[in-house]
């Protein structure tokens, strides 16, 4: 089966068998990613889709964003001790 890696809503209603208004609502209540506004059309990445239900939400950060902040915590730490 293709998935595609972009979607608007009626296709990511179709993949994930939910109703637009049950997008909205997941959406703001944080379980699925808000969309990107592409060319005035809301668009929603399959994959941060895929993650965010997977995950139950944004937490899911990637081992990059973890050492990152990770890394400006210690700096900031550091710096309050002076």
Not at 56 to 68: K, M, N, T
């Amino acid at each position: 089966m293709f998935i595609p890696p972009w979607m608007d809503m009626p296709t990511l209603c179709a993949h994930i068998c939910v109703t637009p208004n049950t997008v909205d609502k997941w959406v703001a209540k944080g379980s699925l990613p808000p969309p990107r506004k592409i060319e005035g059309k809301q668009m929603w990445e399959w994959q941060q889709v895929s993650d965010w239900l997977k995950n139950g939400g944004p937490s899911s950060e990637s081992l990059a964003d973890r050492v990152r902040n990770g890394v400006k915590r210690e700096k900031a730490e550091s710096r309050a001790g002076y």
